[in-house]
């Protein structure tokens, strides 16, 4: 089997922009999908019982929690332009996985969360003990983070220049332009 590469006189690349952004976005969420598991979020035993409590509160019809959340990670490429280097990128998932990732709910606010430590994408960030705060379940930017790290040394590795990438919340069908 031969493979041909057409290379730009002025360019190093490998694979054409958008093949490298759609490859780095599923790695996000594959990536994103494995911190959670990581870091104990349901369907992943969150501390020892958790599922027995979980299924005492869905008999009662109290709060509890369905694994929804993690299933809902959605990704796609919007734009990769490889003349002006604007890539943009949409993710989209149930809006209090937010909180999930900071560690913050039942009364207990981001301030009372500790979050002192470097996050690692192999163990988990504390165990869980929301009386002392130790809550914090980091997932989600720490991976966001890192694919626009990613994307800023792709491009300046194969386009010789330097662009920066940037994460920004926005609700579902709005544009921002920057």
Not at 35 to 47: M, S
Not at 51 to 66: D, F, G, L, M, V
Not at 70 to 90: C, P, Q, R, W, Y
Not at 131 to 151: D, F, N, Q, V, Y
Request: hydrophobic letters at 35%; glycine letters at 6%.
């Amino acid at each position: 089997m031969a493979v041909t590469i057409d290379y730009k006189e002025d360019s190093r690349e490998m694979f054409p922009l958008k093949y490298v952004a759609n490859m780095f976005l599923d790695q996000t969420i594959s990536q994103i999908q494995r911190n959670l598991d990581t870091q104990h979020v349901w369907p992943t035993e969150i501390y020892p019982n958790f599922h027995s409590i979980n299924e005492i509160r869905r008999r009662n019809h109290q709060w509890y929690a369905t694994g929804e959340g993690i299933k809902s990670f959605e990704g796609s490429l919007v734009e990769a332009d490889e003349n002006t280097g604007i890539v943009t990128m949409s993710f989209r998932f149930n809006d209090y996985m937010q909180y999930v990732d900071i560690g913050v709910g039942a009364g207990r606010k981001a301030d009372d969360v500790e979050r002192g430590k470097k996050v690692k994408y192999a163990s988990r960030y504390t165990k869980w003990f929301a009386g002392s705060g130790k809550t914090h379940r980091p997932a989600i930017m720490p991976e966001l983070r890192h694919l626009a790290t990613r994307l800023e040394d792709y491009c300046e590795s194969f386009y010789g220049r330097k662009f920066e990438f940037d994460a920004y919340e926005t609700f579902e069908g709005l544009t921002i332009f920057v």
